[in-house]
Structure formats: C-alpha cells, structure tokens
C-alpha cells in the first residue's frame, strides 16, 4: 500500500513515514502543497495523509482540487486546529476522515487500516473508464464531471460495457447479458442498436474522445485507443 505524506514539519513528517514503513507500508513525503499537489497529479497512491496547514497551497485547497478532479484516493486530514467548524469544512472539501494533532501512531495506523477496507469494498460499487464514472448504488452516472441522464436499459447497457471495457462485445453477449434473453425467434438486434445509438448520444456526443465503437460483423467495443 502506498502512501504519500504530504506535510511541511519536517519532524512530523519523517516520523510518520518511519512508523508506516515499519508497518509495511511504502512512505512518500511531500513536504510543501505545490509538491504534494503535483504528486497526486502524477502518481498513484492508496492513500493520502494530508495537512492542513502548509505553505503555499494549504491541505483543503488540494483537496478540493483533487476530489474536482475526480481523483478519489482516501484522505486523512491532519489538524492542530481542535474546532468543529475546521472538521465540517475538511470533511465537506472531501476527506475521508481527520485526525487531530498531536495524535498516537496506533491511531493513524488504525484509520488508514480502516480506510484501506472501505476503500475495497466501495470499488465494488463503482466503475469508471476514461472519465465515465458510474456509481452502482445510487445509479448516478457522468463524464468530465458532467452528470448524464439515462434510461434503465442504457445505464444497464453502459454497466456491461464498462465491466468488459477494451473488450469485444457482440449482439448475442448483450441480448444474454442485459436482455435476459437466451435464445428468441426474432434477433434483438436492432433493439440493440437503437439502444447503442442513444446511448452513445449520451457518452459520446458531448465529447472529443469517443469512446463507444461499433465493429460492423463483429460487435462493440467501449475503448480510447479505436477513433
Ligand atoms: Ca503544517
């Protein structure tokens, strides 16, 4: 699990660092807001614990940048500031939870132990694919941040796509998989077709990069590398 700390007191920051690593985690220290805003821009990390007061760019303001940009990686606040007003403000800018300094090390330990379950279990409930973000429980689906409107069928016809992204799906894949149907007189194919069309008014249209294809003979295929 990989961790990036990004805080300013040096002191601070090596003895987390040191206390994760002996807890078997890979620790990374970022030790101003410019230099941490840019590491979670570029790299991928499991977690993030984050400072709120640092110079520069202070811990909520890249907060609130990271979670605009879609970049959902837990984050724990750390806060010398002991006020419910700094704790509303830090959960409601996105993180997943705070720690009041000075705090115990088993106490981190145990928050991020925590998190890293959560973490698990909600990916379950949520696919993206190049900027499509669909959540399986409240059914809310967007692109860019942009909030997309679809009917039933097609939020069932985009889930299958997104679980078999760069794949090849064919007709007879999706009238088993979505339609339910095994086997019928008259194909589904066109049905499929009208509903691939609206949907990819809905998930392409609006945008540069298309993203759902159809292969003629062969099928669909929702991925960036095909234009
Ligand atoms: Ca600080």
């Given amino acids: 699990m990989k961790i990036l700390i990004i805080e300013d007191e040096k002191k ?21 807001g410019e230099e941490g805003f840019f590491r979670v821009n570029s790299e991928t990390f499991d977690l993030v614990i984050l400072d709120w007061m640092l110079p520069g760019r202070d811990g ?3 907060l609130e940048i990271m979670r605009q940009k879609s970049i959902s990686t837990p984050v724990i606040v750390l806060t010398a500031r002991d006020s419910v007003e700094d704790k509303v403000t830090g959960l409601g800018a996105g993180a997943d939870d705070y720690l009041i300094k000075p705090f115990a090390f088993p106490e981190l330990v145990a928050r991020i132990r925590a998190l890293s379950r959560r973490g698990k279990k909600e990916s379950a409930q949520h696919l993206s694919f190049a900027g499509i973000e669909m959540n399986l429980l409240t059914r809310k689906v967007s692109r860019d941040q942009k909030v997309l409107q ?10 299958y796509l997104l679980r078999n992204k760069n794949k090849i799906v064919s007709r007879g894949m999706l009238s088993q998989n979505v339609w339910h149907e095994m086997a019928r007189a008259t194909p589904l194919d066109n049905v499929i077709d009208v509903h691939i069309a609206h ?22 295929i929702l991925s960036e590398e095909i234009q």
């Fill in 150 to 159: 679809l009917t039933n069928k097609e939020f069932e016809l985009l889930e």
């Fill in 199 to 220: 949907l990819r008014k809905k998930i392409d249209d609006p945008f540069d990069t298309k993203l759902l294809h159809t292969l003629r003979g062969v099928g669909f």
């Fill in 60 to 62: 909520i303001e890249i």
């Fill in 12 to 32: 601070v920051a090596r003895a987390i660092k040191e206390r994760l690593e002996k807890e078997g985690f890979i620790a990374t220290i970022a030790y101003n």
